[in-house]
């Protein structure tokens, strides 16, 4: 069994989840009268500095939040962003992130076309997982409505045996995925390019590979040393089996 997180591993959303993120206090029918493209085109370089940062950081569409305050642009440890996002209201960052999905469900709805084109696949994506037909699973922080979309648009839909979606807890997904194949966790393999993700799930047993095309910082490299934690590089995808 072949388990997959999406965004960082499978496809590159960059600039639409930038978008979602700065308009998530707005209203998204409003925002979304404009295409997607003109909206990440009109967005603020300081901005973009600031999601940039953030996103390496981020396991969930709440932690992508942080970017709208302008405190975020002095992260540049794990640990500070951490600090910062629970100093933070409690529920600012529930709020913007329910503004952001709906943005993200109106912008799917009336451009499609262009909202799926700002769904990149990696290199090497296409090839694991038809390699691996309906032996792949998705599990992610995106919502599973999208990821079936985007999965469709490429052609991959017919890949992926399901998809759990909005998912903070990894580590109970992946045990619950392969128990409802009658397998043990060391029947799976597992990627993921947040190293948390990596390392909760890494301690069920299953193979676990932390992707290193994804999003990290230094201090991750440092931790995944530390912590012995096995990396998987684009090209290895080529022989990669689960």
């Known amino acids: 069994m072949l388990i997959l997180d999406f965004d960082g591993v499978v496809c590159d959303a960059f600039e639409e989840c930038a978008v979602v993120t700065r308009h998530a206090g707005a209203d998204p029918r409003a925002t979304a009268a404009a295409p997607p493209a003109e909206l990440a085109a009109a967005l603020p370089p300081a901005f973009l500095d600031r999601f940039r940062t953030v996103r390496k950081h981020s396991r969930l569409l709440e932690h992508f939040m942080v970017a709208n305050d302008p405190r975020s642009e002095s992260v540049r440890t794990q640990a500070e962003f951490d600090a910062l996002y629970a100093a933070l209201p409690a529920d600012r960052c529930t709020r913007q992130a329910a503004g952001a999905a709906a943005l993200r469900a109106e912008l799917r709805r009336r451009h499609r076309g262009q909202w799926l084109a700002m769904h990149r696949l990696y290199p090497g994506i296409r090839t694991l997982m038809e390699r691996h037909e309906r032996r792949t699973s998705i599990v992610t922080a995106k919502d599973e409505a999208s990821v079936w979309e985007i999965l469709a648009h490429h052609g991959l839909d017919r890949t992926v045996a399901s998809v759990v979606g909005e998912c903070a807890d990894k580590r109970t997904a ?5 128990e ?9 393999t597992f990627v993921d390019d947040n190293l948390r993700n990596a390392l909760q799930v890494r301690d ?31 090209p290895e995808l080529a022989r990669l089996t689960a």
């Open 174 to 178: 992946v045990l619950e995925l392969v």
């Open 180 to 188: 409802g194949d009658g397998l043990r966790p060391e029947h799976a």
């Open 204 to 234: 069920t047993g299953a193979r676990t590979l932390w992707a290193y095309w994804g999003y990290h910082t230094d201090d991750h490299v440092r931790t995944a040393l530390q912590r012995r934690m096995r990396r998987v590089y684009l």
